[in-house]
């Protein structure tokens, strides 16, 4: 059941691999799945594999709960922080966590990334901000994401990595990749002894225009 799900989780984490946000086994990337008897699951990447050698059997169907509906294998460790981001964001269902390298020196340096280049604002919904540490796999770190993360689109780990979501898999995807940038350019700013954020009446502006998208009030 839910091949084609899977199978786009398998994707977007090879993506993920191919483009340099991840490393080996880590990161982890998960799907909000639709259940005919209602359940609220997800489908997610499983721990310590390799994604080029995936296959849709070895993607992880979870409840809630974090119990396993199908797979065999054992979901990602921080299957914890993929559930209770969907269920604070109930427009989100697609979820990338990622150890980007830029994204990971703010992390190490605990520097929440300012708004700085319009679509920062547009498709992530504002500053980047830094979320307290939490031990991996806890639901402390779990807390502390949903937290940091807010109505935005992407929260930085402190001393981790980065958290994207979107509405599919191709957005939380594309946002993890902008988060990346981001990071790349205010690293290279601050390097450079000047960082001219936007101003705050287009940074205003810009973010009603988020929240008309993504603003969970909207149902």
Same mark, same amino acid.
């Given at each position: 059941?839910?091949?084609?799900?899977?199978?786009?989780?398998?994707?977007?984490?090879?993506?993920?691999?191919?483009?340099?946000?991840?490393?080996?086994?880590?990161?982890?990337?998960?799907?909000?799945?639709?259940?005919?008897?209602?359940?609220?699951?997800?489908?997610?990447?499983?721990?310590?594999?390799?994604?080029?050698?995936?296959?849709?059997?070895?993607?992880?169907?979870?409840?809630?709960?974090?119990?396993?509906?199908?797979?065999?294998?054992?979901?990602?460790?921080?299957?914890?922080?993929?559930?209770?981001?969907?269920?604070?964001?109930?427009?989100?269902?697609?979820?990338?966590?990622?150890?980007?390298?830029?994204?990971?020196?703010?992390?190490?340096?605990?520097?929440?990334?300012?708004?700085?280049?319009?679509?920062?604002?547009?498709?992530?919904?504002?500053?980047? =901000?830094? &979320?307290?540490?939490?031990?991996?796999?806890?639901? $402390?770190? +779990?807390?502390?994401? /949903?937290? !940091? *993360? @807010?109505?935005?689109?992407?929260?930085?780990?402190?001393?981790?990595?980065?958290?994207?979501?979107?509405?599919?898999? =191709?957005? &939380?995807?594309?946002?993890?990749?902008?988060?990346? $940038?981001? +990071?790349?350019?205010? /690293?290279? !700013? *601050? @390097?450079?002894?000047?960082?001219?954020?936007?101003?705050?009446?287009?940074?205003?502006?810009?973010?009603?225009?988020?929240?008309?998208?993504?603003?969970?009030?909207?149902?």
């Amino acid at each position: 059941m839910w091949d084609s799900e899977k199978k786009a989780v398998i994707e977007a984490a090879q993506e993920m691999v191919r483009t340099g946000l991840a490393v080996g086994t880590a990161g982890n990337v998960s799907l909000r799945l639709k259940d005919p008897s209602g359940r609220e699951l997800l489908a997610i990447t499983p721990s310590g594999r390799y994604y080029d050698s995936l296959n849709v059997d070895d993607i992880v169907v979870v409840d809630f709960a974090g119990q396993r509906v199908e797979g065999e294998l054992r979901a990602s460790i921080e299957t914890v922080m993929h559930v209770e981001v969907y269920k604070a964001r109930k427009k989100v269902n697609a979820i990338v966590h990622a150890h980007p390298a830029f994204c990971s020196v703010i992390a190490v340096a605990g520097l929440d990334i300012p708004p700085l280049i319009d679509e920062q604002v547009i498709l992530i919904g504002g500053e980047i =901000r830094v &979320a307290q540490y939490g031990f991996p796999g806890t639901p $402390e770190l +779990a807390r502390n994401a /949903v937290l !940091a *993360l @807010g109505p935005r689109n992407a929260v930085i780990l402190a001393n981790h990595g980065a958290l994207s979501v979107g509405r599919d898999m =191709r957005e &939380a995807l594309t946002i993890c990749e902008l988060a990346e $940038e981001m +990071a790349k350019i205010y /690293v290279s !700013a *601050l @390097g450079l002894g000047k960082v001219n954020q936007l101003p705050a009446e287009v940074v205003e502006l810009e973010q009603a225009f988020f929240a008309s998208i993504y603003s969970e009030s909207e149902g």
